[in-house]
């Protein structure tokens, strides 16, 4: 699928935004996704690799070109997702910001936010993070051992009153924020953090 323009269009999809580093990206990120496109009943994920997590050191952190490329290899041979520098394009950092861009650059898409258990667990550290409840319908997906943590988080007990069935799953693009499911899946194994060590111990060993 071809990475959608920071102008935006006309479309009339239910999109995922699956938000990250991808440092790099990996088999877990395209699991997440294909399982999002299934249980949210979505039309399309776009992966936006930010520029720089604001919650994240830049120690470490590859370039974005490279991030945005490995995320364009683990995604690009699905025909229904995308790999994206949308948040560089906008000139976006946070979220919120991210999020009332695309709504306006895409006025007929129905956008859900995807994210993992682990970042409900520490939401409350983010800029404006109730503004990001009311712009878009939220799905989380669990990530272990971080599902019971999340639950409990200050941002999970602030919007419990907001939380959706799982059965409301498939409809959930159709809702009107605030509005968020919590999936209890399982997850793919693979991490990023992984990876980058193994990386590192096979660099130091040629």
Not at 45 to 61: I, R
């Amino acid at each position: 699928m071809r990475a959608p323009g920071p102008w935006g269009d006309n479309r009339r999809v239910r999109v995922g935004l699956l938000g990250g580093s991808f440092n790099p990206a990996h088999d877990g990120h395209r699991h997440v996704a294909e399982l999002a496109l299934t249980l949210l009943g979505l039309d399309q994920v776009w992966a936006l690799v930010s520029p720089q997590n604001p919650l994240k050191s830049a120690d470490g952190m590859a370039p974005q070109a490279l991030r945005l490329a490995s995320a364009q290899a683990v995604l690009g041979r699905h025909p229904r997702l995308a790999a994206t520098d949308l948040e560089s394009a906008l000139g976006t950092r946070f979220t919120a910001d991210t999020l009332i861009r695309l709504r306006l650059r895409f006025p007929h898409v129905r956008f859900v936010w995807l994210m993992g258990a682990d970042n409900l667990a520490q939401m409350q550290r983010w800029s404006r993070w109730k503004r990001i409840f009311t712009v878009v319908p939220i799905a989380i997906l669990a990530r272990s051992p971080y599902s019971w943590v999340a639950l409990a988080a200050p941002a999970a007990r602030a919007m419990g009153r907001y939380r959706q069935k799982s059965a409301r799953a498939r409809g959930l693009a159709a809702l009107t924020p605030p509005a968020w499911v919590f999936l209890h899946t399982r997850l793919h194994p693979a991490s990023a953090t992984e990876i980058r060590a193994r990386m590192a111990h096979w660099e130091r060993r040629s």
